[in-house]
């Protein structure tokens, strides 16, 4: 029995990992102006996928919007870049705390290359109190 448990837990683990990946890198807190890119190694060419901006960030950052530059570099070397404005879904808060959120980008895309995708994220304009900034990808 105890064995059957164990099997199951790690078969719970492994099918909830596949299912999202969040990267985050920190980013200057007083004024976030730079770049931001994120390696993504796709293994999966089938699944639809849905792909959202992570932001984490302090009651410095009072914006319910924010404007960024997403530029996604493919296996094959192809290359697109996007303005984005993310809507944010900030819930009030009373005191000063850090929240995270992620940020809807692309719903419902499939990843048809294996290997490396690289998500590169530039606010359009210098923005106070982002702490880490990255990508989600959930399967839909």
């Excluded at 102006?33 to 950052?61: E, G, H, M």
């Excluded at 719903?107 to 900034?133: M, W």
Aim: glycine share 4%; charged share 20%; hydrophobic share 40%.
């Amino acid at each position: 029995m105890r064995s059957l448990i164990t099997l199951f837990m790690v078969l719970f683990a492994v099918g909830c990992s596949a299912d999202r990946y969040v990267d985050m890198i920190p980013v200057n807190l007083h004024s976030w102006d730079k770049p931001v890119s994120i390696f993504y190694d796709n293994t999966d060419t089938l699944s639809l996928r849905n792909i959202s901006v992570a932001l984490r960030y302090n009651s410095d950052f009072a914006a319910d919007t924010l404007s960024v530059m997403v530029q996604v570099s493919l296996p094959d070397a192809y290359q697109s870049c996007e303005k984005v404005t993310l809507c944010l879904d900030r819930p009030y808060k009373a005191a000063a705390v850090t929240g995270s959120e992620l940020a809807s980008y692309r719903r419902g895309c499939r990843l048809d290359q294996r290997g490396y995708y690289i998500f590169t994220i530039t606010p359009c304009s210098a923005v106070k109190g982002i702490e880490a900034v990255g990508i989600g990808i959930d399967k839909e």
